[in-house]
Antibody
Framework: QVQLQESGPGLVKPSQTLSLTCTVS??????????WSWIRQHPGKGLEWIGY???????YYNPSLKSRVTISVDTSKNQFSLKLSSVTAADTAVYYC?????????????WGQGTLVTVSS | DIQMTQSPSSLSASVGDRVTITCRAS??????LNWYQQKPGKAPKLLIY???SLQSGVPSRFSGSGSGTDFTLTISSLQPEDFATYYC?????????FGPGTKVDIK
């Protein structure tokens, strides 16, 4: 059973960089056919896809966040990470990591439990 | 971006009711449509992928249909554990987008 777990600071100051890590267990991040995503949910709101990374390191980011987002992967630790720079209060949200299954269909089949990140001084 | 809309935004229903939620895409997305269930404080859970394929372990009272721009999630007989918010998500475009959600609560 694949499990994902987010970790990182729950409080970040405005203008600083938000950094989160997702640790994958029960499966290898290097397995082909899967992409590894970050998704966020503002309090009481809907879901916003941030971007994904493949184990090879190829990435794609939501254009609305692209200038501030970096997603990286560490296959030796079975982890992938999110960095979001120059944060403001509008970046306060629950951040989820998720596995995207890609065969002939694409869907998020495993999710982390989510971690609330608050941007405040 | 492909915009996703859902209707209704919320509904009240009783245990045993048949519930239908509609999702509409701003352009044709073929069958690249997924449905998720989210309970308060929890991560979304995949219910239906590719518009009509039931994810492993999901009860058969959940079903999905549609293609192109219009899609439906149906719960044939609502159970107490089904009270939650439901989201559709398109995976046709590389820029994945979600609908705003439909909250199903107890009448």
């Amino acid at each position: 059973q694949v499990q994902l777990q987010e970790s990182g600071p729950g409080l970040v100051k405005p203008s600083q960089t938000l950094s989160l890590t997702c640790t994958v267990s029960g499966g290898s991040i290097s397995s082909g056919g899967y992409y590894w995503s970050w998704i966020r949910q503002h309090p009481g709101k809907g879901l916003e896809w941030i971007g994904y990374i493949y184990y090879s390191g190829s990435t794609y980011y939501n254009p609305s966040l692209k200038s501030r987002v970096t997603i990286s992967v560490d296959t030796s630790k079975n982890q992938f990470s999110l960095k979001l720079s120059s944060v403001t209060a509008a970046d306060t949200a629950v951040y989820y990591c998720a596995r995207e299954s890609r065969s002939s269909e694409y869907y998020f089949d495993y999710w982390g439990q989510g971690t609330l990140v608050t941007v405040s001084s | 971006d492909i915009q996703m809309t859902q209707s209704p935004s919320s509904l009240s229903a009783s245990v045993g009711d048949r519930v239908t939620i509609t999702c509409r895409a701003s352009q044709s997305i073929s069958s690249y449509l997924n449905w998720y269930q989210q309970k308060p404080g929890k991560a979304p859970k995949l219910l239906i992928y590719a518009a009509s394929s039931l994810q492993s372990g999901v009860p058969s009272r959940f079903s999905g249909s549609g293609s192109g721009t219009d899609f439906t999630l149906t719960i044939s007989s609502l159970q107490p554990e089904d009270f939650a918010t439901y989201y559709c998500q398109q995976s046709y475009s590389i820029l994945f987008t979600f609908g705003p959600g439909t909250k199903v609560d107890i009448k």
